[in-house]
Antibody
């Protein structure tokens, strides 16, 4: 059974860097051909795709990011820990949202999702 | 990239059928098969219901079906049940090698 769990600070100050980690169990993200990614959802609004990264040791580093966030976003993977991470720099109140991690087992469909973690940007 | 366009809300009575539309452009929906639909209940993570326009993952009810015509994709739910009440989001691959979501549609089962 594939499970994902987001972790990280729930409160980040404006202008600082938001850092989240997604721990994966039930599947090895390094041995399969997976993309791992992040999506966020501000309160009461819709889903916003952040980006994704390929986790295979043969294709590591292949990334795609939302153009509106690209200058501030980095997604990385630590295959030894079976986890991947999100860093979003220079945050503002507009970055306050529930952040979800997900795995794409094929194509552009997120088959597995974490439960989501609320990150609030406030001083 | 602009969000795909979905109606804010749709409703139907139990047993009826409803269709949710998702309109994009030739650079996203119209150009690729990578259209998906997600169901999201309040406080929960999205759940994949349809992928590649019309395919259902294992375990998803066959009351749900997806289709596409031109730049518009559609999700149809037949035999509405109370458990179908949720928010539904479409997504599509884009020519910029990115993903874009629709604004979401709230389905109310009357």
């Amino acid at each position: 059974q594939v499970q994902l769990q987001e972790s990280g600070p729930g409160l980040v100050k404006p202008s600082q860097t938001l850092s989240l980690t997604c721990t994966v169990s039930g599947v090895s993200i390094s041995t399969g051909s997976y993309y791992c990614g992040w999506t966020r959802q501000p309160a009461g609004t819709g889903l916003e795709w952040i980006g994704r990264l390929h986790t295979s040791v043969h294709s590591s580093g292949i990334t795609s990011y939302n153009p509106s966030l690209k200058s501030r976003v980095t997604i990385s993977v630590d295959t030894s820990k079976n986890e991947f991470s999100l860093k979003l720099t220079s945050v503002t109140a507009a970055d306050t949202a529930v952040y979800y991690c997900s795995i794409y087992s094929s194509g552009w469909n997120s088959d597995y999702w974490g439960q989501g973690t609320l990150v609030t940007v406030s001083s | 990239q602009s969000a795909l366009t979905q109606p804010a809300s749709v409703s139907g009575s139990p047993g009826q059928s409803i269709t949710i539309s998702c309109t994009g452009t030739s650079s996203d929906i119209g150009g690729y098969i990578y259209v998906s639909w997600y169901q999201q209940h309040p406080g929960k993570a999205p759940k994949l219901m349809i992928y590649d326009v019309s395919n259902r993952p294992p375990g998803v009810s066959n009351r749900l079906s997806g289709s596409k015509s031109g730049n518009t994709a559609s999700l149809t739910i037949s035999g509405l049940q109370a458990e179908d009440e949720a928010d539904y989001y479409c997504s599509s691959y884009t020519s910029s090698n990115t993903l874009v979501f629709g604004g979401g549609t709230k389905l109310t089962v009357l």
